[in-house]
């Protein structure tokens, strides 16, 4: 085996466009042929189910998201088990007048630097917050 001198490398720099992770077509990895665009529901618990823009192999039938797809499906399978109270946690509720506050373990927080929160109410007393 060639030993690499680490010393010799080089830098490399490279943009990534930002369509990049929401592609227009792919290939198969199995049957190496163009797959049509696909819509693909899949179902997270009994009558539930999500629908996603992906793609489709015509041969094996094998079926592709591309990252932003796969984003969506993560964020509904988390509303999914939220709903299902799976896990918890619970937490005090301060009221200092204007707004109600808690505080987050640090283990969800975990290199987070920036300080701007999205909120996604799910119903009256419920709510999804996702760190930006």
Known sequence: MKKINLDELEDVRFKIDKEAFKPKTLTCSRCNLKMKKAEIEVNLEGDVSVKASGFECPKCKKKYLGLEESRKL??????????????????????????????????????????????????????????E
């Not at 988390?78 to 283990?107: Q, Y």
């Open 74 to 131: 993560d964020k509904a399978l988390i509303v999914s088990r939220i709903l299902k109270n799976d896990f918890k946690m619970e937490r005090s509720l301060s009221f200092d007048g204007d707004n109600f506050t808690f505080r987050v373990p640090k283990e969800f927080t975990h290199d987070v630097h920036k300080r701007k929160i999205e909120i996604i109410p799910l119903g009256a007393k419920q709510f999804c917050a996702t760190i």
